[in-house]
């Protein structure tokens, strides 16, 4: 009787996306460069992740600035990083084994060194892997804990969602159905997109270039107004949402993508006065900040995910190399759902 065994190589250096200049305005492809870097040797408690896909999120914009913010700007010549998901491939930790699959934060690379304790596991048994960078990872917290733990939403209010039509407005939408809204508007940037938030169960939609927001919410919400806010976009946006809010109205502020790229400052809202004799509540949020609900987010989410109730979209790019332009497009709207590279 003979035993066979297989040696394989592991690499000993990535190939990666670093930042090579920072953006003025609109990033442009030579802000960025695909490079190549050497893998450090793996210690004690850590493992090697080949990356399968990586996110692509509009808040990435901000840490191009080298400017003091929430989140540490991203340093030239660097690889950026943001969430990945991958398989474990060696491992020097009792935690994780070769095979599994887990989420992490090193992503715009092929191949990261990380310590296993900051791999969490994706079960790919509830979701394909991709899910876990969307839908059920830090994508659809901020659109569960943004909709029920920002804006307080109650079943029976009316919600209008800005960029409705991205990875976490679209679920913003459909949690909020699922919980008994009365009635669901959102905003999206063309027909194709509107016409896929109607499909997805929003009540109403329509596409913000057609004609001035505040006018065209005015018509979507009647005389009833909305309730909730959930502001991705800015600018516009949140100056029509203040006007259709009703007294007591809630907004939670996600984002801003309407002024990522500006030079300029952005003027506030004109109408902010609104929220005094409204007594609006405007709270703006981090999902790290309620890590503490993925378990309960989780439990409530993953039913609906499973018989329909809740749907995602995926727009996917291949290739690392690509990985730029992909944010750019990103930036400019041309994303349907949760936009990811596969490498």
């Not at 999902?287 to 979209?313: H, K, N």
Request: aromatic letters at 8%; one cysteine or more.
């Amino acid at each position: 009787m003979s035993t066979r065994t297989e040696t394989i190589t592991l690499p000993t250096a990535t190939r990666e996306i670093q930042l090579a200049s920072r953006p003025h305005g609109r990033p442009v492809p030579e802000n960025f460069r695909l490079a190549e870097s050497e893998l450090p040797e793996l210690q004690d408690g850590q493992v090697l992740v080949r990356n399968h896909f990586i996110s692509v999120d509009p808040y990435m914009r901000g840490r191009m600035n080298d400017v003091k913010s929430y989140s540490a700007p991203f340093a030239l010549n660097k690889a950026l990083d943001g969430g990945a998901v991958g398989e474990v491939i060696a491992s020097r930790s009792d935690e994780r084994k070769v095979g599994d699959v887990v989420v992490h934060s090193l992503g715009w690379r092929e191949y990261a060194v990380l310590d296993a304790a900051a791999a969490a596991p994706a079960r790919t048994d509830h979701a394909p892997a991709s899910a876990f960078l969307g839908a059920l990872g830090m994508t659809g917290l901020t659109a569960y804990a943004g909709l029920l733990k920002v804006a307080a939403f109650k079943p029976g209010e009316v919600v209008f969602i800005s960029g409705a039509a991205g990875a976490v407005g679209s679920l913003v939408g459909q949690l909020a159905k699922a919980m008994g809204a009365s009635r669901v508007i959102g905003s999206a940037g063309s027909a194709d997109k509107v016409a896929r938030l109607l499909e997805l169960g929003f009540d109403g939609a329509f596409n913000y270039n057609d004609a001035p927001v505040g006018e065209q919410l005015a018509a979507a919400a009647g005389e009833r107004g909305i309730d909730v806010y959930f502001d991705n976009v800015g600018g516009e946006h949140l100056e029509a949402a203040l006007a259709a809010l009703t007294v007591g109205g809630r907004v939670a502020m996600c984002g801003a993508i309407a002024q990522y790229n500006s030079t300029e400052p952005t003027p506030a809202p004109r109408n902010l006065m609104q929220a005094i004799g409204k007594q609006l509540t405007l709270k703006g949020f981090l999902v790290g900040s309620y890590w503490q609900y993925m378990g309960e987010f989780i439990e409530t989410v993953s039913p609906w995910l499973a018989d329909g109730t809740v749907r995602y979209d995926e727009t996917v790019v291949d290739g690392l190399e690509n990985a730029p332009q992909a944010f750019m497009d990103l930036l400019d709207g041309a994303n349907t759902g949760k936009m990811l590279v596969r490498i």
